[in-house]
């Protein structure tokens, strides 16, 4: 083991000679530094020990089931395919190897380097014991110290760099499913969100765009004239945003699968040969996105989408998924032809059918291919959880060749390191309300790994959603950077319109509050890029107190406000701790409205047809007109609630919303503050940001008396 130190905060070991995964920026000084964790090593694998007293608590693991809170669960760090994300399920599509154990009141953060197999029993098996198992013997522990909770988090993201950051566009909503077939059915879509009165940014197109699922295709016979068709649609400010697989379809005279061979582009298997797996359109081959010049060649391909006119993708399958390999496949039908004709018992009929029933994304397939990174040979299990990490760095590299300017990129699979390329969804989640609340408990869980650009198929991607389920999940969507409706194929329609008059009406009017919120959304997502730290956090890492520490259904976004979701069905309101006085907001395209509410536990009534959330004492809040796309957004007339008993400060940020300009600090600043004072209030204004031209303020104070101010700016 050899340790350094990075900073007065972090502290590494290295065990063995680890892979180069790119996740970990900055310089390392070697040094003998006291050992922060014990490694025990055991045949091939290692082990970390953490006693846990019955208090402490254990956060991060990123895209995961469970709670806030990670204990009394069992995980399994390997990127996978699985639609059905049942309780007892242990691993989704990213990993996400940063967590933070608090040990009596201290806490620390720990980030484990490896791309293969890790499993963690967070006081699972044992209630006082959070074991992990490293399946392997070369990697890196980096051990991250700060005052807080919320201070390790932001030493943490200092040392694995800062996040994409997507247009301004991408914050807007988009309508996405798996089955808008033909040309016309999306036309349909952007008619009926057009006659229908409902904003709309743009739709997500599902691989029924493409020509026999081919990537950088697009089907002659469905999508006729696309170019036409996306430009027309750009024109008035609604994007299209195709999907891309890893799979490359083997088929003789595709481009691409020509060039891939011929550029020794796709990862061999035992023999040396291409190897061949099955997705969507059969068999394919697997681009190497773990060697440079694959991803340079495949990062060129997104050209063909720029070149129509595209300006976001999303990237899927990417774990890599797998349907069946030849040889799984082979022996399942082997096995089945000598089932003929016999008198099956139970266990040998279980056997038989698992053999179809499991067949996809067996562990065995991914020790069937290999990449080499330095010279040495690794098998896909080994870097198992780079591959989508790398198809992204690629695709990110691509667009921004082509486009010279920010775009929307979100990748199903992921690992720590992703997020400095694209955003993440969280899956084929299902149309549950336990999925619901699983969004809203993962949404600090995904900042800690450095992802920002994140939101779930809203309405839920399996199963048949419902306009109560629906409108629910749109009150705590329309707070996440990325907002899509999406669904699946074979379930019923969930656009927002599907589900008769009133629910249309509830989700138009949900959409327009979302781009009155997109100032804020926006500059709290900038500000988070400057400064690190979380966009979402439990109310644990701010507050004090027995009543905080579990409280898992209520989230603090930015500094300004607290989110209580609705995500039971039937319900009317539900309870809602406070953990100091704050503002219930009732906010509508009509009207805001504010009214103090004591601390301590209050019921809030919260109907369907409502958006409410709470507003922390001594804070401004931003906010501006409704409009159908962000376009047409305008600041000129902006607006801040406030609740103010001494002085509130915001500093609005914001930009041109499409350049990389931030990355050298270039913000558009407009700083408020408003201090209560014998008369009323004094408004201290400082802007730079050319399109506002007047700023108005609505302020409650703890008295629930409220003043109304203007300024010309
Ligand atoms: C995967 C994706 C899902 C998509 C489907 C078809 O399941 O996660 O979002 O709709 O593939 O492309």
């Not at 029924?208 to 036409?228: A, L, N």
């Not at 650009?453 to 419902?466: E, H, L, M």
């Not at 401004?620 to 600041?635: A, C, D, E, G, R």
Request: hydrophobic share 35%; charged share 30%; proline share 3%.
């Amino acid at each position: 083991m050899k340790s350094f130190i990075m900073n007065e905060n972090v502290t590494g070991y290295i065990y063995g000679s680890p892979v180069k995964t790119g996740i970990i920026l900055g310089e390392t000084t070697f040094k003998e530094v006291p050992l922060k964790v014990e490694v025990k090593a055991e045949a091939g694998h290692s082990f970390i020990h953490f006693d846990l007293t019955q208090r402490d608590r254990v956060f991060g693991l990123g895209v995961n089931l469970g709670g806030m809170n990670k204990r009394g669960r069992y995980y399994r760090s390997y990127c996978t395919d699985d639609a059905l994300h049942h309780e007892d399920k242990t691993t989704l599509y990213g990993a996400h190897n940063f967590f933070i154990v608090e040990d009596d009141d201290v806490s620390t953060g720990y980030f484990i380097e490896f791309p293969s197999m890790i499993t963690y029993d967070v006081g699972f098996r044992r209630i006082d014991e959070f074991d992990i198992e490293i399946y392997g013997e070369d990697f890196t522990v980096y051990v991250i110290e700060g005052e807080s909770i919320k201070d390790i988090i932001v030493n943490f993201h200092k040392i694995i760099g800062k996040p994409y950051v997507p247009p301004k566009w991408g914050f807007g909503f988009f309508q996405s499913r798996w089955g808008y077939e033909t040309q016309n059915d999306v036309m349909n879509v952007y008619n009926t969100f057009k006659e229908k009165d409902i904003p709309l940014e743009g739709i997500y197109l599902d691989l029924d765009y493409m020509e026999d699922f081919k990537d950088f295709s697009v089907s002659e016979e469905r999508f006729k004239g696309f170019k036409k068709f996306s430009k027309t649609l750009k024109d008035d400010g609604v994007r299209l945003i195709p999907i891309i697989d890893a799979g490359i379809k083997i088929e003789e005279g595709y481009n691409i699968y020509e060039e891939g061979i011929e550029g020794n582009h796709f990862v061999l298997d035992e023999e040396g040969k291409p190897y061949v797996a099955a997705v969507w359109p059969g068999k394919v081959h697997f681009p190497d996105f773990l060697k440079e010049e694959t991803r340079a060649w495949f990062g060129d391909q997104y050209k063909f989408l720029t070149d129509l006119g595209i300006e976001g993708v999303w990237n899927d399958m990417n774990e890599p998924a797998i349907f069946y390999d030849e040889k799984s496949l082979e022996e399942a039908v082997d096995a089945a032809i000598a089932a003929k004709g016999k008198n099956l018992g139970v266990f040998p009929f279980f056997d038989l059918k698992d053999k179809f029933q499991n067949i996809g994304n067996k562990d065995e397939y991914y020790r069937r291919f290999f990449h080499t990174v330095d010279g040495k040979r690794y098998t896909n299990e080994e870097l198992h959880n780079l591959y989508g990490y790398y198809m992204t760095k690629s695709a990110s590299l691509g667009l921004k060749k082509q486009l010279e300017k920010r775009f929307v990129l979100i990748s199903r699979a992921s690992s720590i390191g992703m997020h400095k390329y694209s955003g993440i969804w969280t899956g084929d989640n299902s149309s549950w309300w336990s999925h619901l609340e699983l969004n809203l408990k993962m949404l600090p869980s995904l900042n800690m790994s450095g992802f920002y650009y994140i939101g779930a198929d809203t309405g839920g991607f399996g199963g048949n959603s419902n306009g109560e389920l629906l409108t629910r999940w749109m009150q705590l969507s329309i707070f996440t950077p990325l907002l899509r409706n999406h669904s699946a194929i074979g379930c019923v329609n969930q656009e927002p319109y599907a589900f008769g008059e009133k629910i249309t009406g509830f989700n138009r009017e949900l959409i327009k509050e979302r781009y009155m919120l997109i100032p804020y959304i926006y500059s709290e997502y900038l500000k988070n890029w400057e400064k690190g730290g979380l966009m979402f956090t439990p109310l644990s890492f701010e507050f004090w107190g027995e009543e905080v520490m579990g409280a898992e259904d209520q989230l603090l976004m930015g500094n300004e406000l607290m989110l209580a979701p609705i995500y039971k069905s039937n319900a009317r309101g539900r309870y809602v701790y406070l953990p100091e006085k704050m503002t219930e907001v009732s906010f509508g395209t009509d009207e805001v409205t504010m009214r103090v509410e004591k601390e301590g536990l209050n019921h809030l009534s919260y109907e369907l047809d409502e958006l409410k959330f709470y507003l922390r004492r001594n804070r401004l809040f931003p906010y501006t007109k409704p409009s159908m796309n962000v376009k047409n957004l305008l600041l000129d007339e902006l607006k801040f609630i406030g609740y103010v008993d001494e002085e509130a400060e915001y500093e609005l940020y914001d930009d041109d919303g499409e350049s990389f300009g931030y990355e050298e600090g270039i913000f558009f600043k407009t700083k408020v503050k408003a201090i209560k004072t014998e008369e009323g209030y004094d408004i201290q204004v400082d802007n730079t940001n050319p399109n506002i031209k007047k700023i108005s303020l609505t302020l409650i104070d703890s008295e629930n008396e409220i003043i109304e101010k203007e300024v010309q700016v």
